[in-house]
C-alpha cells in the first residue's frame, strides 16, 4: 500500500465525519510499518504511533493501514503581520500577510525561537478551526496580499498549506512559506510548486552544527534551497539566525556566503538575525549587533546584493540598497517603510537599476507599517479583529 493512495479519498464527501485526515507520501514497509516519506527522517511507525514532528502518526484501529495529518484544518493563532516580519524585504513591500501555524515541528532546534508552538504537544493550543476557504476570504477580507504558513514549520502540515494555497489563489491572494527547507524530494516539488515565496532558515553551515543543535542534516536543506532557485517561480530569501560561539564565526558566515553566491546567485536576499536565550540554550548570551553588521559586511564583500539584519535595530540593515547607484531604495525603520523609491515593474527610481523581487504599485497610505492584528477566522460576513489588536 502507497501513500498516494489516500489522495483518492481525501474530499470530505467521500469520508466519514468521524475520519482522520489521510496524509500523503508514505508507504509500507516488508515488516509491517508503516513509513512517513515526507521528510528525510522517513519515521517508521508501528499503529499508534507518532512521528518526530508529533503531527503525522499511524493510525490506530480502523486507521491502522494508513498515516494520517492530526492538525489538519486546526491553527494555533491567526495574526496580520507586515510581510517584512516573515521575513521577507523584497516580496510586496510594506503589504500585510495573514500568518498562521499549527503545531509539532520535524527539528529538534535547541535554540528554538517559537518553542511554545513548534514543540507543542498539548493540542488543545490549537483552538482556532479554518477551511482553506475560510483562510482564503479572510485574507482577501482584511486586505492581505498574502497568506503565511509560519511560527511552526509548514512542511509538517503540508497538505493543509497546499489546500490554503489553492484556495488563496483562486481568490487572487499569494501564499508564503516560513520555513527549515527539511523536505524530501518528491514532497519538495509539490509544495513549492504552490508557494509564491518562501524564506528558508538555513540555521548554519556546518554539518556538526545542523546535527548537534537541530537533530538535522545540511546536505537536505541546501538542496531544497537550490530546487527552489533554480526550478520553480517562487521568490526565495533566506535567514541565518547567528548564534554567539555556534555559527557566528567569520569563517562561518563566509563558507556561508560564498556556497550562496556560487549555487543560488548574489540577488537572493539574506537575513542576518540576532539570538536571544530561549528552550534549550538560555545559557547562551544574545547576538550583539556588531555581530550582525559583521556578518552583513562579510556577505557584501563576497558580492551578495541583498543582506539584511534582523531582531535589532538598524535602519541601515533593514532597508534595501540599489546595487547598481548604492542610494536606499526601500528605507526601514523596523517594520516601517519611510522611502519607497522601487518601480512596480522592479526598477530603481534613481538610475533605473534592476531591483530583485516582486512589486507591485506602492501607496504609502496603503502601507500595513508595523502594526501586529491577531484575528479569528470565521465565515467572511463575520471575520473581525479581535480586541486590542
Known amino acids: 500500500m502507497a501513500g498516494t493512495v489516500p489522495t483518492q479519498v481525501q474530499p470530505a464527501m467521500l469520508r466519514p465525519s468521524h475520519a482522520p485526515y489521510i496524509g500523503r507520501w508514505w508507504h509500507a514497509l516488508d515488516d509491517g510499518r508503516l513509513q512517513c516519506d515526507l521528510c528525510p527522517r522517513e519515521c517508521r511507525l508501528h499503529e499508534g504511533q507518532r512521528g518526530a514532528c508529533f503531527v503525522r502518526a499511524r493510525g490506530e484501529g480502523e486507521w491502522r493501514d494508513w498515516v494520517i495529518l492530526t492538525t489538519y484544518g486546526r491553527s494555533s493563532g491567526f495574526c496580520v503581520d507586515p510581510i517584512e516580519k516573515k521575513p521577507l524585504n523584497q516580496f510586496y513591500p510594506g503589504s500585510s500577510v495573514l500568518s498562521f501555524g499549527t503545531a509539532g515541528c520535524n527539528l529538534a532546534c535547541k535554540f528554538c525561537q517559537n518553542w511554545d508552538i513548534s514543540k507543542s504537544r498539548d493540542f488543545d493550543r490549537l483552538a482556532d478551526q479554518a477551511s482553506p476557504e475560510q483562510i482564503a476570504l479572510a485574507a482577501k477580507e ?3 496580499k498574502s497568506v503565511a504558513f509560519t511560527y511552526n514549520d509548514p512542511v509538517i502540515f503540508a497538505e493543509y498549506a497546499m489546500d490554503v494555497a489553492d484556495a488563496c489563489h483562486a481568490e487572487g491572494v499569494k501564499t508564503v512559506a516560513v520555513t527549515a527547507g527539511y523536505i524530501s524530494h518528491e514532497p519538495r516539488r509539490e509544495f513549492f510548486a504552490k508557494m509564491d515565496a518562501a524564506n528558508v532558515d538555513l540555521k548554519g553551515f556546518t554539518e556538526d552544527f545542523y546535527f548537534k543543535l537541530t537533530g538535522a542534516h ?59 536565550p530561549d528552550w534549550k540554550m538560555q545559557d547562551i548570551p544574545a547576538t550583539p549587533p556588531e555581530t550582525l553588521t559583521r556578518a552583513r559586511r562579510i556577505a557584501q564583500a563576497h558580492g551578495l546584493r541583498y543582506v539584511y539584519t534582523g531582531n535589532v535595530h538598524d535602519t541601515d540593515g533593514g532597508s534595501t540598497m540599489c546595487p547598481h547607484c548604492g542610494n536606499g531604495v526601500i528605507v526601514r525603520d523596523w517594520y516601517k517603510i519611510l522611502n519607497h523609491r522601487v518601480t512596480a515593474d522592479g526598477k530603481c527610481r534613481e538610475c533605473g537599476g534592476f531591483i530583485a523581487g516582486r512589486y507591485d504599485q506602492f501607496d504609502p497610505k496603503k502601507a500595513f507599517g508595523p502594526r501586529r492584528i491577531p484575528v479569528r477566522i470565521a465565515p467572511p460576513e463575520s471575520n473581525r479583529a479581535l480586541p486590542g489588536g
Not at 232 to 251: A, F, H, M, R, V
Request: glycine share 4%; with cysteine.
Open 218 to 276: 545540511l546536505a537536505p536543506v541546501l538542496e531544497t534551497l537550490e530546487y527552489i532557485r533554480h526550478h520553480t517561480e517562487c521568490w526565495l530569501e533566506i535567514t541565518t539566525l547567528l548564534i554567539p560561539g555556534k555559527n557566528d564565526s567569520d569563517e562561518e558566515i563566509a563558507a556561508e556566503c560564498r556556497w550562496i553566491a556560487d549555487h543560488l546567485g548574489t540577488d537572493v536576499p539574506l537575513h542576518f538575525s540576532a539570538f536571544h
Open 142 to 144: 482584511l486586505g492581505a
